[in-house]
Every structure is written in C-alpha cells, then in structure tokens.
C-alpha cells in the first residue's frame, strides 16, 4: 500500500521544531503530574474518612476516583487553551518549515508561533468554534460513509467496517489540525471559506486519506500502548504511596501518563504526516461542486460554516492550493 508521506520528513521537521516539542512535552508532562496529584489528593482524603467508618480501602478508591474526575474537569475548561498555544502553535511553525522558511530557535520559536497564531485567530475562542465546527463535519461524513460500507453485500463486511470505523475516527484525531495547517499556509483572511475548501478537498480524496491513515493508526496505536507498558510499572509504584489508591487508578493513571507522551511526541508525528498526505495529495486541485453538495446534505454543520465564510467580514476568500514555494511539506 503506498504511503504519500515520508517518515524520515516529517522525523525532519520534529527535529527543527524541537523547542516546541519540549514546550509540548513540559505542558502535558504539568498535566499529568495534576491528575497524579489531585487524584493521589482525593484518595488520601477518601482514606481518612473511609477509615473512620471502618473501610478505608473503600473510601481511598472512591476518592481518588473523585480526585480524577476534578482533574478531568480543569482539563476540559484548559482544553480551548491547548489549542490555541500548544496545538496550533506546533502547526504554525511545521507550515513555515514546510514551505521552506526559516524560523526562529530556542525559546524564540515558542513566541514565534504565538505571533503567527494570533495572525490568522485574533481570539481563542475564534479558533476553538472554528475547530469544533470542522469536527462536528468530519463526523457526519464519516459516519455516512461507514453506514454506506455496511450495507455492502460482502461476507464478514461488518468487521471490516468495524475495522474501518477505527481507522477512520483515529484519522479523524488529525484531520481538523491538517485543515488548520492548511489556513495557515494559504494565509487565509477567511478563515471559514479556507475550511470550507479544505473539507471539499478531504472529501473528494477520501480514500486516499484512509489508504494512509491504516499506517498512521498502526504506528502510533502500538507506540502508545508500548509506552504505556513501560510507564505501567514506575506508576504502580508512585500510586502506592498514596493509601488506598492502589487497583484500577494505577492503570487509569498509566493511561494518563501514555496520554500525555502521545500528545506531546508522538501526536505531532502523525499530524505532520497527515499534513504531508494532505497537501501531496490536493496539490493542483479545486474543490468539486459535487463532493460540496455531498457535504451539504450530509451535515447541517458544514451548511453553517458556508453561512460563516459568506458572512465574514467582507473578506476574501482563500485560494484552492497552498503555494508552490515547496508543494512537498517536509521535502
């Protein structure tokens, strides 16, 4: 199965980006260290209160469980955040990399980014809507696919919809950052048009991203699943010094600890890749007024983006192709 991306490219361009990838590492790191603390926290308090009512194993468990979830909650309310600093930042420097620009080092490339961030999305909250709304898309499209696939009159067609159910929603994970790397390299004015044409682009060279996606979901699935058997072990033994944290936490908490790995290192990898596959694969292409009505019935979503892109502000809409400086990010 041939691939449209190239490994040792986008190794490449996580080498030139290293500044950011340890600014990533050390924010999902403080992360993950929370969820340890505030869940080792939560069962501590649970142990004491669980003691004096004669079961403290009980109460350890039921507070760390609680601890955990007040950590998933100042997740979730960080999350627009994330985006905006960390993911977005990463995809702006990866573009100029990608179309051959020099960009700063150190700790330089960190406010670098931020700048060319804050070109394209004045507000977090612009990009944040922006980003949900291409979600909400992918997964009406998506989804009709699969529904479509499974009335294939092939035997054993349901696991192998099953299968491509997985493959698709792991390269769902990447595709909304890649249509943001797109804005970004069109220097898109209008941020809701550029989307529009990414998505009609993804759309009618769908089999394309999911011949891809197979060596993207294979690579980094067992990646993190190996760096959580290594990071299994060390964590048994932190949560051991909380009371009554021990059992299932320590493999929720390994969890979140292969989490935070993946999102810092191995992630960005994927996304780069994908963003080779997506540019490669667009190069020199227009958006098919049949796959855009395609999209429109099949997602109430991408309907309000058009309103969006039509009512934006009296800009200009984002041409069909990135430039051609260097049409093989990572080349």
């Avoid at 929720?252 to 780069?272: D, H, S, Y």
């Amino acid at each position: 199965m041939k691939k449209n991306f190239s490994f040792s490219n986008v190794l490449g361009l996580m080498r030139q980006t290293m500044p950011f990838l340890i600014f990533r590492f050390l924010i999902y790191f403080g992360i993950t260290v929370g969820f340890v603390l505030i869940t080792g926290t939560g069962a501590g308090i649970g142990y004491g209160m669980g003691h004096i009512a004669d079961n403290a194993p009980a109460g350890g468990f039921w507070g760390g469980l609680i601890g955990f979830g007040i950590a998933g909650g100042i997740m979730y309310f960080i999350r627009e955040y994330l985006l905006y600093i960390v993911k977005a930042g990463h995809i702006a420097v990866l573009v100029e990399l990608a179309d051959g620009k020099e960009i700063p080092g150190g700790r330089g490339q960190i406010d670098y980014a931020r700048e060319k961030v804050r070109e394209r999305f004045a507000e977090s909250s612009l990009l944040f809507g922006l980003d949900q709304l291409i979600k909400g898309i992918l997964r009406a499209f998506n989804r009709v696919f699969l529904s479509i696939a499974s009335l294939l009159p092939v035997p054993g067609a349901k696991g192998l919809v099953s299968f491509l159910n997985t493959i698709v929603n792991l390269s769902l994970t990447y595709l909304d950052e890649v249509i943001l790397a797109y804005i970004m390299r069109t220097r898109s004015t209008n941020p809701w048009k550029s989307s529009q044409t990414a998505l009609i682009l993804y759309a009618q060279n769908y089999t394309s991203f999911l011949k891809n996606a197979v060596w993207l979901a294979v690579f980094i699935w067992v990646l993190t699943f190996l760096v959580f058997l290594i990071v299994l072990g060390p964590v048994a033994l932190l949560v051991g010094l909380f009371p009554g944290a021990a059992g299932p936490l320590t493999l929720v908490l390994a969890v979140v600890f292969a989490w935070g790995v993946k999102q810092a290192v191995i992630e960005p990898i994927g996304m780069t890749a994908l963003m080779q596959v997506f540019f490669t694969v667009t190069e020199g292409q227009t958006p098919n007024p049949e796959w855009e009505a395609k999209l429109d019935n099949v997602s109430g979503k991408f309907r309000e983006l058009k309103t969006k892109a039509e009512n934006w502000g009296g800009s200009a809409p984002a041409p069909a192709t990135p430039p051609s400086e260097n049409p093989t990010p990572g080349g």
